[in-house]
Nanobody
Framework: VQLQASGGGLVQAGGSLRLSCATS????????MGWFRQTPGKDREFVAA????????YYADSVKGRFTISKDSAKNTAYLQMNSLKPEDTAVYYC????????????????WGQGTQVTVSS
């Protein structure tokens, strides 16, 4: 599974962005999707995840109520809608995929996108 993340950019605090993660070569319908983020010198941290059928979603406490993860299997694309962005959300965001069940652990994901930079100015 090849993943292509896009949608990052520069936004002011309080603004919104929508990240996309498009797949090629295989359908998303049986894959759980996750979003992670990383800043220089820090470990990659969990942001959000969704099960293969979209029935369950999981969020880091720091983004709960502001971010929404979703997937459109017909378009082979997953999304991360980010609202009320804060400067501390600034990071490179990565999408990831694994078979069926979502998890918060980055080491359990088999496929990764290349990352997209999100910068939130104060």
């Amino acid at each position: 599974v090849q993943l292509q993340a896009s949608g990052g950019g520069l936004v002011q605090a309080g603004g919104s962005l929508r990240l996309s993660c498009a797949t090629s070569g295989r359908t998303l319908s049986t894959y759980a999707m996750g979003w992670f983020r990383q800043t220089p010198g820090k470990d990659r941290e969990f942001v959000a995840a969704i099960n293969w059928n979209g029935g369950n979603t999981y969020y880091a406490d720091s983004v709960k109520g502001r971010f929404t993860i979703s997937k459109d299997s017909a378009k082979n694309t997953a999304y991360l809608q980010m609202n009320s962005l804060k400067p501390e959300d600034t990071a490179v965001y990565y999408c990831a995929a694994r078979w069926m069940t979502a998890t918060r652990n980055n080491y359990e994901y088999n496929y990764w996108g290349q990352g997209t930079q999100v910068t939130v100015s104060s």
